[in-house]
Structure formats: C-alpha cells, structure tokens
C-alpha cells in the first residue's frame, strides 16, 4: 500500500475530477508522512476532495488523523465483511 503522503500527491493530480476519495490506511505511525499529506491536503485538497479514510490495522489511528475533514471508517477487524459502523452514503460523500 502507498503511504498516506504519496496518496495526496495522486489526488492533487486529479483535482477537479474527484469529489471523494477513498484511502485505506493500515499505519499512521510516521509523522513525517502524515505531515506531509496534511500539507497538500490543506493546501489543495481541502475545498475540492472529500476524504474517507478506511483504518486497516493495529498500526493504523484515528488520532492521528484527526487534523482531516474526513470520515473515519474502523476496518481493523478484516474478518468482518466490511468495516465498524460502515455506511456507503457517508463514505462516498453522498
């Protein structure tokens, strides 16, 4: 899986073509990353892309995520058919 920071830099490519992204994220654990997809989430993203996060993992925290307007789904659990308190209308951006 991509790191969160390089995720953003995808996005920024397709800015005005994208309403929502979907990113599922299994460690948040780098700061140096998750500052740098905050950058260019705050810088171009922000008034153009809703996020949804999807938390796959132990490494994985909504905490230090919680400088994002996103929607948080928890998914550590993957024996599950989809993740904690899932619904496809908030996910994507309905």
Same mark, same amino acid.
């Given at each position: 899986?991509?790191?969160?920071?390089?995720?953003?830099?995808?996005?920024?490519?397709?800015?005005?073509k994208s309403e929502t992204a979907i990113i599922?994220?299994?460690?948040?654990?780098?700061?140096?990353?998750? =500052?740098?997809?905050?950058?260019?989430?705050?810088?171009?993203?922000?008034?153009?892309?809703?996020?949804?996060?999807?938390?796959?993992?132990?490494?994985?925290?909504?905490?230090?995520?919680?400088?994002?307007?996103?929607?948080?789904?928890?998914?550590?659990?993957?024996?599950?058919?989809?993740? =904690?308190?899932?619904?496809?209308?908030?996910?994507?951006?309905?």
């Amino acid at each position: 899986m991509a790191r969160l920071g390089n995720a953003m830099q995808a996005l920024v490519q397709s800015v005005g073509k994208s309403e929502t992204a979907i990113i599922f994220i299994t460690d948040t654990s780098s700061e140096f990353d998750i =500052n740098k997809a905050l950058g260019l989430y705050n810088a171009i993203l922000k008034n153009h892309t809703k996020l949804t996060f999807i938390l796959a993992g132990e490494k994985a925290k909504a905490e230090n995520l919680a400088e994002f307007n996103a929607t948080i789904f928890d998914w550590k659990n993957m024996d599950l058919e989809k993740p =904690n308190n899932w619904n496809a209308f908030k996910a994507f951006g309905c």
